[in-house]
């Protein structure tokens, strides 16, 4: 359970630390579908030892071949417990990682914090996941994150997509914004992003949080068949 302590501040995020691990991993074209069925077969193993929120590979929005995937730890004692008994751990080097380690050309990590006003959802369905980021201005939530939760539920009260969850970078680029969509299908996705840009609330909102962001860009989602978001 998430507890909201405080407003959406440059301040702790939850008061029980909770943290949440970004891992995108850059594939070898050739060996990308082998190492999702090794992972499959062995993710047992991994999640013995943590918590593994979702798993989904990237269909378009930059680079290809990658895979995503979102990892929950209490806090960073918790994290770095888990990685130590990784490395100990013979069944999991020996099976999957020592053999997939060359599948990988790169490895990117980031730890970011569900922001207080936001819980985790999981989706009605088996359905497709936007991650949309958000490079903010500096300053932190003190100076835009008001304006960037008015857009944010603005698009949230339309309806026509399900918001998953709402991440703030601690380690990372800092003053980045993650929020994760759920969605039917592409299709739909794509008519209720036009919809919205003809609400009158939407734009309204948006065109507020706008003179706080520097960039934006998105990934669109395949859920694998073992991620826990479907």
């Not at 703030?168 to 800092?174: D, N, S």
Request: aromatic letters at 14%; charged letters at 20%; hydrophobic letters at 40%.
């Amino acid at each position: 359970m998430i507890k909201v302590c405080s407003p959406f501040a440059t301040g702790p995020r939850q008061s029980d630390g909770t943290l949440y691990e970004f891992r995108t991993y850059s594939l070898k074209p050739s060996k990308t579908n082998a190492f999702l069925q090794n992972f499959q077969k062995y993710v047992h193993l991994r999640t013995a030892h943590s918590e593994m929120i979702g798993y989904w590979t990237v269909e378009f929005g930059g680079k290809i071949n990658r895979v995503f995937h979102i990892w929950k730890y209490d806090n960073f004692a918790h994290r770095t417990a888990v990685r130590k008994a990784l490395a100990k751990d013979k069944e999991w080097q020996e099976q999957f990682l020592i053999s997939n380690l060359a599948f990988m050309d790169e490895q990117e990590v980031e730890i970011t914090y569900l922001v207080p006003w936001c819980k985790i959802r999981t989706p009605p369905k088996e359905g497709v996941y936007e991650l949309a980021t958000f490079q903010m201005k500096p300053g932190g939530p003190a100076l835009w994150g008001d304006a960037f939760k008015r857009a944010i539920n603005a698009h949230v009260e339309l309806g026509y997509s399900t918001l998953v969850g709402v991440f703030h970078t601690e380690y990372g680029a800092l003053n980045r914004v993650h929020v994760l969509w759920w969605n039917d299908s592409a299709d739909s996705r794509a008519a209720g992003r036009h919809w919205s840009h003809e609400d009158p609330r939407v734009v309204a909102a948006v065109r507020e949080s706008v003179n706080y962001l520097e960039s934006q860009q998105n990934m669109f989602l395949i859920p694998t068949s073992f991620s826990p978001l479907k």
